[in-house]
């Protein structure tokens, strides 16, 4: 849907001004039929003025039990000008533009398209039958004699409001369609980032990481560039967990995400939890360049101190980093050495990095 200054332009108000000027024209055509005499059709026109005036005021309420009015209404009217002023005046046209009133609700409301077609065909077959009638009877009706001088202006009036009314319900349900289209986009977009986003830290989570890494090899096997991976874990984190209960440990694991988001803004890097107090950057370079980096990780890390409950914790992380290149080309292989060198870091001095 569209709006103009904060109004939506969707398909009910398109088919509540298509009610309005319904009652519109019906209201010229009461005068002239009146004026032409031919009363029947005064009749008839009082009691759709009457129709439309109601159904703009409640046809928000129930647009299904509206469309059915509005169809019903439309189909009669023209039958009966077609029978009593015949085919030349043009008021065949008018069932015609609501195909696409009955679409939209059968396809986004009632949810059955079949319904739509049922009703567009008996439209069709009606509008034949119509118009064999009229041939059948020589193309003369009743009371065509009162608007012979009026027929052709008639049916350049009719056709014109035809036209009309069809680009107004074929926009809004074009409109429609775009609006809803964007919302499944836009909820899409949002599962999506659900789905790759770590509930307890807010950055990336494996599944995303893992998408990532498949895109980078990708794109390594047309640019031949390196890239590494560096797997970082919190030091002594159970320890932490044992001491000062599992809050302290959220709010530490929330820090480190919190600092490598901010090197992520700095450099060519990709983020995620890997699991537990695991954390994997994808860095976009060679070892050398991405050792660079994971060194001023390591350093505001150690910066880092949490006030918590009276006490005063230090955190450190150990790194391993492994090169994809050329030689070294298979991604389970450069994870697990750089897990294998994250846990030679852990199991010597903690605090450092590892790349051997």
């Not at 008018?94 to 059968?106: A, D």
């Not at 036209?163 to 986009?185: D, H, K, P, T």
């Not at 874990?233 to 694991?253: E, P, R, S």
Request: proline residues 1%.
């Amino acid at each position: 849907m569209i709006t103009f200054n904060d109004t939506k332009f969707d398909f009910l108000m398109a088919f509540k001004i298509v009610h309005i000027m319904a009652s519109l024209l019906h209201l010229l055509f009461l005068i002239l039929f009146y004026v032409l005499g031919i009363y029947i059709l005064v009749i008839f026109n009082i009691f759709s003025v009457m129709i439309y005036i109601f159904l703009v005021c409640t046809a928000k309420k129930n647009i299904i039990l509206a469309s059915v009015i509005t169809y019903i209404e439309v189909y009669l009217h023209s039958f009966l000008c077609v029978y009593l002023i015949g085919w030349s005046c043009g008021f065949y046209i008018y069932p015609l533009c609501l195909i696409p009133v009955v679409y939209f609700i059968s396809i986004n409301m009632v949810k059955k398209g079949i319904y739509g077609h049922i009703i567009v065909a008996i439209t069709i077959i009606t509008y034949e039958l119509m118009k064999i009638f009229d041939v059948n009877r020589g193309g003369v009706a009743p009371f065509q004699y009162k608007i012979i001088h009026f027929d052709l202006v008639l049916y350049i009036f009719n056709s014109a409001s035809a036209i009309i009314v069809l680009i107004m319900l074929i926009c809004a349900f074009l409109y429609e369609i775009r609006a809803s289209q964007e919302e499944l986009e836009n909820k899409n977009k949002i599962l999506e980032n659900i789905a790759n986003i770590d509930s307890l830290t807010g950055i990336n989570n494996r599944r995303y990481m893992n998408k990532k890494i498949k895109e980078e090899i990708d794109t390594f096997k047309i640019k031949k560039e390196e890239f590494s991976i560096a797997i970082c874990d919190i030091d002594d984190f159970k320890k932490i967990n044992d001491t000062y209960g599992h809050d302290c440990g959220d709010i530490i694991l929330k820090a480190i995400a919190d600092i490598l988001s901010w090197h992520n803004k700095k450099y060519d890097i990709e983020i995620c939890r890997w699991g537990g107090e695991e954390f994997l950057i994808l860095i976009k370079d060679n070892i050398s360049n991405a050792y660079k980096i994971c060194e001023s990780i390591l350093d505001n890390i150690r910066k880092y101190t949490l006030n918590y409950d009276n006490n005063s914790i230090n955190v450190t992380i150990t790194i391993g980093i492994a090169e994809f290149n050329i030689k070294n080309n298979n991604i389970e292989k450069i994870l697990k050495t750089a897990d294998v060198n994250l846990y030679k870091g852990k199991n010597s001095t903690k605090n450092c990095i590892v790349i051997e």
